[in-house]
């Protein structure tokens, strides 16, 4: 409790140099700064997903249907899940799982690698956050 009252003269005497116009400043670049958050930092839409196995392509499904797609591995089959817009690994014989857990792939330039099984999912889109090289 001393700070808050430590706090109250110091918070006076700052609130004596704003003056009315101050605060709508304030509002306004706050929302500036809302607003381009929300534009900014959106991933690009994705229209297709892009499924490679050994370093080559094995796929490339449009994000449009439903389906479900076998991809052989060196350690077994990864079962990859479409749903129009997004994207997953539903599973995979590696054993952490970590391309599993990745859940959900719905914006343009995700990616899912199951190393050991030597698969990958990539969706792409027109733009995207981020190309795979720097992620």
């Known amino acids: 409790m001393k700070s808050a009252a430590a706090l109250r003269p110091w918070l006076a005497a700052w609130a004596a140099y704003l003056r009315p ?20 930092w959106q991933g690009g839409r994705p229209d297709k997903a892009i499924i490679k ?5 094995f796929l490339e499904v449009p994000l449009s249907a439903p389906r479900i797609i076998e991809v052989p591995g060196p350690l077994g089959i990864t079962r990859i899940e479409i749903q129009p817009g997004k994207a ?16 959900w792939l719905n914006t343009a330039g995700a990616v899912a690698i199951c ?6 999912l990539a969706l792409s889109g027109r733009r995207s956050d981020y190309d795979s090289l720097n992620y």
Not at 21 to 40: Q, R
């Open 21 to 40: 116009g101050d605060g709508l400043v304030l509002v306004l670049g706050l929302g500036v700064c809302i607003g381009a958050a929300l534009s900014l």
């Open 53 to 57: 196995t050994r370093g080559e392509v």
């Open 88 to 103: 997953r690994v539903a599973s995979d014989p590696g054993l952490r799982q970590y391309c599993v857990r990745q859940g």
């Open 115 to 120: 190393a050991p099984n030597q698969v990958s």
